[in-house]
Structure formats: structure tokens, C-alpha cells
């Protein structure tokens, strides 16, 4: 069984140019992936779970910052709307798999069903319980379909989430990020640990197993999950960029040429 409270918080990056220079070269390796993919027409997923104030946004920021919007695409997970509640919870996520050439990133996810929804009583035991061999079978159809899947949960401390919540109260362009439910589900969190230790232990086969990070010091966890990401995704991927076509190199080199005598 997993157990989060052994994670090693300890790890950190301290040095500003240390950091900078390995995001530099991870944000390069990843455009390059994503060059690749679209290329060779391959899918990615990107599962993105963790505590409130975790630090999920700060990664998405980063992974994000460099990659052609065209073939990046991240899905902010929230409550289902009155129409998806009256269809089975996966048939949400069906509509927002990526196409082949792209990755999409999900912000939260169909994780819910055995986090949010069974630790408040949105979801009958019978029904979250059901919900992990359903998850393992949904997501085995998309990796023996060549989608690459990396899932990751960001964790952090109840002491170091109280001192981010503080800190949001305090910066006013963060108060919005603050909400009544954060401090209800920290209210629950010994339930909410419970139920990410199971879910890890239940749901991490080979092809699309969990990566718990350590997430109390940000940096580290930037680095960390952009590694794993790169990692993941690259793997058995050819990133060599394409050889010039020399059709296009002749026709070229001719216009430059006619036009240097003109």
C-alpha cells in the first residue's frame, strides 16, 4: 500500500539558476516530443492530480509555456453538468481524448469518482468501489490503442497547504483561487488520504501507473513532474527532426537564386 506520510518532503532545488537552466532544457526536450508526436501522429495524456494548492497550475504553466497551442490542450476538470450526470461518469472524458499529433492535459479527472465523489457521498460504495476496475479497463483501451499515458499526483503537507492558504488570503490576485470547498476537503483530508493511497495502489499497472511527487517546495515538483512527463511521453519515441525534403530544398535554392539576379 502506498502511504504518503513516508513521501520525502526534503527534496528541493534551491538554487534560482539551477532551476531555470533544468526548466530551459526540460521545456526544449517536451517541445521536441510534441514536434514528434504531431509528426508521427501519436497521442499523449496527462492525468494531473493532487492536493488543493499543490502547485497543479504552476506546472501546467510551465509545461505549457513553450508548446504550439495547436497540439496542446489542457481540460480543467470541474463538477459534471446536469446532462453528463445522467450518463456514466467516463463518457465525459471520451469527448475530450486527444486526436492523433497532439497531448492533452487533464486537470483533475475520472479519478474523481474514487477522490471527491466517494470521500463526500457523491458516488454509492458500490459505485466507487466498482469505479477501479472500470478506470483500469478504460485507460488499458487507450494504451493498447499507442496512446501515452503518465499520471501524477502532486502531495503536499496539511502544515504547508495551511501556510499556501494563508498565503493566498494575503495576495490579492490569488484570493480568487480560495474557496469554501478547499476548506471543507481539508476538513476531510485523513478521508481524502485514505482514498488517494487506495486509488494508487489500484490503479497503476505498468502502462499508465502513479508517480506521487513530493510537492512542498515548488520548484522541485516542477522539475520532478516535467521529467517524468518527458520521460513518459519520449519514451520509444524517435525525436530526430525530419531530413529536408530536396524537392523543397531545390525549388528553393532557385528562388533564391532568380532573385539574386534580378
Known amino acids: 500500500m502506498a502511504r504518503l506520510a513516508r513521501l520525502d518532503q526534503s527534496k528541493k532545488i534551491a538554487d534560482k539558476k539551477a532551476y531555470k537552466r533544468e526548466l530551459d532544457a526540460l521545456q526544449m526536450t517536451i517541445l521536441q516530443i510534441q514536434q514528434a508526436y504531431f509528426r508521427q501522429q501519436r497521442r499523449g495524456i496527462i492525468v494531473l492530480e493532487g ?23 489542457v481540460w480543467p476538470i ?49 459505485e466507487w468501489r466498482r469505479a477501479y476496475d472500470e478506470i483500469n479497463a478504460f485507460e488499458r483501451l487507450l494504451t493498447d490503442d499507442g496512446v501515452h499515458m503518465i499520471k501524477l499526483f502532486l502531495h503536499i503537507t496539511p502544515e504547508e497547504q495551511l501556510a499556501r492558504f494563508q498565503a493566498r488570503l494575503e495576495t490579492p490576485h490569488k484570493r480568487w483561487k480560495l474557496t469554501e ?14 482514498a488517494i493511497e487506495e486509488m494508487v ?38 525525436l530526430a527532426p525530419p531530413p529536408a525534403d530536396p524537392d523543397i530544398a531545390a525549388a528553393i535554392e532557385a528562388m533564391a537564386a532568380q532573385e539574386q539576379n534580378q
Open 181 to 194: 470547498e478547499d476548506l471543507r476537503n481539508r476538513a476531510r483530508w485523513t478521508d481524502y488520504v485514505a
Open 201 to 238: 495502489e489500484r490503479t497503476s499497472p505498468e502502462s499508465a501507473r502513479w508517480h506521487v511527487i513530493p510537492a512542498n517546495f515548488k520548484w522541485y515538483a516542477r522539475i520532478e513532474g516535467l521529467r517524468r512527463i518527458a520521460a513518459t511521453l519520449g519514451d520509444g519515441i524517435d
Open 78 to 126: 470541474g463538477a459534471p453538468t446536469p446532462v453528463e450526470q445522467g450518463r456514466h461518469y467516463l463518457y465525459r472524458f471520451w469527448q475530450k481524448l486527444p486526436e492523433p499529433g497532439s497531448i492533452v492535459v487533464f486537470d483533475r479527472s475520472w479519478y474523481g469518482r474514487v477522490l471527491v465523489e466517494r470521500v463526500e457521498g457523491f458516488a454509492a460504495p458500490g
Open 51 to 73: 492536493w488543493d494548492t499543490a502547485g497543479k497550475g504552476g506546472l501546467i504553466r510551465r509545461l505549457g509555456e513553450h508548446l504550439d497551442p495547436r497540439g496542446f490542450r
